[in-house]
């Protein structure tokens, strides 16, 4: 049996269409498919590369002006379609360098890889794809808050049982717990501009691991990439994960608030609640009982956070390698993109039936008379008004409550009496506040009203927050458009460049 001659070259030459076919089906083949979207992005820093190299007088003016006319064609297009890629070339850069040789020819193509890598390559298309994305989820982020507070504008006033441990616990207003989500929002959407902004740094140069020998312009491919500034370190470029874990997490970190508001959505939805509904739109409906209205759509919002959740722990499991370019992380970085892209797709989703669920502000206001929710105000009352020690207060009106819950009374058979009663238990002396003070200390309204200091859910404090929270919002829209603005600059910093070459 005669062996066939190994292709002359090293290592890569040998291995180039070679890859065992068990590894190119149950791998590259899916991946590569998967990844043909990217393709924009590996061509936007080749084209970069290539003028730099052009500039530099690394390679020949006319062959760099022919390789950057090819690529831009092909961004031009679209991309390097799934259709153009061979799985036995094992990735997309690969495929690139071989559909370059076919157009250009050998000898135009060993051109382009001088002074980099596909490491440091690899490390700024990432570093591209993930700033857009971003830029895409800290935008609905923002609208988000947007609608939600156009929401509580609304309710400002309508008093909802505030609960903790699913039980009753004091009353505020659902402008008030609407505002409590988008202030969440926020905090999001600002952490991941800030991380939008730690990541649009730029690798490229870096080489393998430890920058090049040829006289390179890092900052040029800085600037024509858009890019903030350059790394000062080459293997901290190719080797850094820490910036897709943060991407990762700042997606993460938005299902989980997504998620929780969700959970809030249901609740309110449920019969036995009925605080909300959500329109026909925004519901699902069983294929045996006409009569549910099941809140499938928030219920997606939230399974997505919690399967999301494992993920991400793989993620940040992957990045604990050592300091070198790794597969782990080259394997690691489409989750991390694709935790982002469900990020914003979850938002986008909870943004629509924010906008369109529909409250029933007499249910709220109903529903805190099935609990003593005013008993937290009825015992500062007699502290700040009667002057009593707050153990004394809580011990008086809690004696009140549960000797009312003891004997299965309601809410309603609270009286001046009884709490007067449990006072001389307390005290030895009568209750230090009058019947008229007694009873706008249980007055739903009057509890809210009360509350009326930075944070506190008083209609007017509540009212403050929404508009100061304008400007916050105005503040995060200027820094997306400032770094947009940049970008925008870079690409026809490029587009400029390859023109000037072809």
């Known amino acids: 049996m005669s062996i066939p001659p190994k292709p002359s070259g090293g290592f890569y030459e040998r291995t180039q269409g070679g890859i065992h076919p068990a590894v190119v089906e149950h791998y590259y083949k899916d991946r590569l498919v998967e990844t043909a979207a990217t393709s924009v992005y590996l061509l936007q820093v080749m084209r970069a590369h290539i003028c730099m190299l052009a500039k530099q007088e690394i390679i020949p003016r006319e062959a760099a002006g022919k390789l950057a006319a090819l690529l831009t064609s092909w961004q031009d297009g679209g991309g ?53 994305k971003l830029e895409l989820l ?109 991407a990762a997490y700042c997606g993460m970190q938005l299902l989980v608030t997504l998620g929780r508001l969700a959970e809030e959505v249901i609740k309110w939805c449920q019969n036995e609640v009925g605080f909300a509904s959500l329109p026909d739109s925004l519901i699902d409906s069983s294929t045996i009982m006409p009569h549910k209205r099941n809140p499938v759509i928030p219920a997606t919002v939230r399974a997505i956070s919690r399967q999301k959740a494992g993920e991400f722990a793989g993620i940040a499991a992957a990045c604990t390698v050592p300091f070198e370019a790794s597969r782990d992380v080259t394997t690691t970085f489409d989750k991390a993109a694709q935790l982002v892209l469900a990020a914003w797709d979850m938002c986008e989703i909870s943004a629509a039936y924010s906008e369109g669920i529909i409250f029933h502000p007499a249910k709220m206001r ?15 009352t007699l502290v ?55 009873h706008g200390a249980c007055d739903i309204d009057e509890n809210i009203a009360r509350r009326n200091h930075i944070g506190g859910t008083a209609p007017t404090q509540v009212a403050h927050t929404l508009r100061e929270r304008i400007a916050v919002r105005a503040r995060l829209r200027q820094r997306l458009e400032e770094n947009s603005r940049r970008w925008q600059a870079g690409e026809e910093q490029l587009r400029q460049a390859c023109r000037n070459l072809v």
């Not at 076919?102 to 700024?124: C, H, K």
């Not at 040829?214 to 080797?239: H, K, Q, W």
């Not at 109903?366 to 500062?380: K, N």
């Open 384 to 438: 700040r008004e009667g002057g009593l020690t707050f153990r004394q207060a809580h011990s008086i009106v809690g004696g009140a409550v549960s000797q009312l819950f003891d004997a299965g009374a309601s809410p309603e058979d609270m009286s001046y009496t009884l709490l007067n009663e449990w006072c001389l238990k307390i005290t030895g002396s009568s209750l230090p506040i009058s019947a008229e003070v007694y």
């Open 366 to 380: 109903s529903a805190l008379s099935l609990s003593f929710a005013y008993s937290t105000e009825l015992a500062d």
């Open 138 to 246: 800290a935008t609905s982020a923002i609208n988000h808050c947007e609608v939600l507070e156009a929401r509580a504008a609304v309710h400002l006033a309508d008093p909802l049982p505030g609960y903790t441990y699913h039980q009753q616990a004091q009353p505020l207003t659902l402008g008030f717990q609407l505002s409590a989500a988008s202030a969440a929002l926020h905090r999001d959407a600002e952490r991941i501009i800030d991380c939008l902004e730690r990541l649009d740094i730029n690798p490229l140069g870096g080489a393998a691991l430890c920058g090049s020998g040829y006289p390179i312009d890092r900052p040029y491919t800085s600037a024509l990439l858009g890019f903030r500034e350059t790394m000062d370190n080459c293997v901290d470029g190719v080797a850094a994960c820490d910036y897709m874990l943060e």
């Open 80 to 132: 390097i379609t799934a259709a153009m890629l061979d799985p036995a070339l094992e990735d997309l850069y690969i495929n690139m360098e071989h559909l370059v040789k076919q157009e250009l020819g050998e000898e135009i193509a060993g051109m382009m890889p001088v002074a980099r890598s596909r490491n440091d390559v690899e490390a700024a298309m990432w570093r591209l794809e993930l700033r857009e």
